[in-house]
């Protein structure tokens, strides 16, 4: 399902237009994009919880080369499914 696809689908099941259902989710996004960007973690009840973690530098091998380099610590997204959602998949 793509993006057009699920405003579609949601504008129809809250009895939205498109335009507004549209600005809907694009509201939801930018406020959950600001709150990962100052740090605080995004939980929604029976789906999921959304979290920026601090991944450490570590030291990486090229298998070709041999040679050893230093990865510098980064910033990833991280997701990890509510137990409800879990459930429903097994």
């Given amino acids: 399902m793509n993006n057009k696809d699920f405003t579609s689908e949601l504008s129809k099941r ?17 406020g ?3 709150q990962l960007e100052e740090g605080n973690v995004v ?6 919880t959304f979290e920026v973690r601090k991944k450490a530098e570590r030291i990486s ?9 230093l990865v510098p610590p980064k910033l990833v997204l991280t997701y990890r499914p509510s137990t409800l959602l879990k459930e429903k998949f097994k």
């Fill in 32 to 34: 959950m994009t600001q």
């Fill in 14 to 30: 809250l009895g939205y237009t498109l335009k507004d259902t549209s600005e809907l989710i694009s509201s939801l996004l930018s």
């Fill in 61 to 69: 091998v090229s298998p070709t080369t041999k040679q050893r380099m």
């Fill in 43 to 48: 939980a929604i009840q029976g789906f999921g």
